[in-house]
């Protein structure tokens, strides 16, 4: 091998770390933790209210814990509204 072969291949080597995907930008792993904090508000929403209807929770924890819940609920259809425009407007794309 000559030396400017292997000067690009050593180039090419030093510079693919730069091109691969990395979890920077939160990746699967913000969208697992996102989905995991849903889930928890849920169940707390859900734990608060069975709470109050047998008396051990005050009134004022429960509206809260149904409003956070609702903001949660609302984000969600949010986000799943987005997606399914971004899908139609991929299937909206000339092939």
């Not at 690009?8 to 080597?13: G, S």
């Not at 928890?40 to 209807?53: C, F, H, I, N, P």
């Amino acid at each position: 091998m000559d030396i400017k072969a292997l000067s690009a291949i050593q180039k090419y080597a030093a510079s693919k770390p730069a091109t691969e995907p990395t979890d920077a930008a939160g990746g699967m792993s913000g969208i697992k933790a996102a989905f995991s904090d849903f889930a928890s508000t849920l169940a707390r929403g859900e734990q608060t209210a069975t709470s109050a209807m047998v008396g051990d929770a005050d009134p004022h924890a429960l509206v809260t814990a149904l409003a956070q819940t609702e903001l949660v609920v609302e984000t969600a259809v949010t986000v799943r509204n987005k997606v399914v425009e971004a899908y139609q407007e991929i299937l909206r794309m000339p092939v």
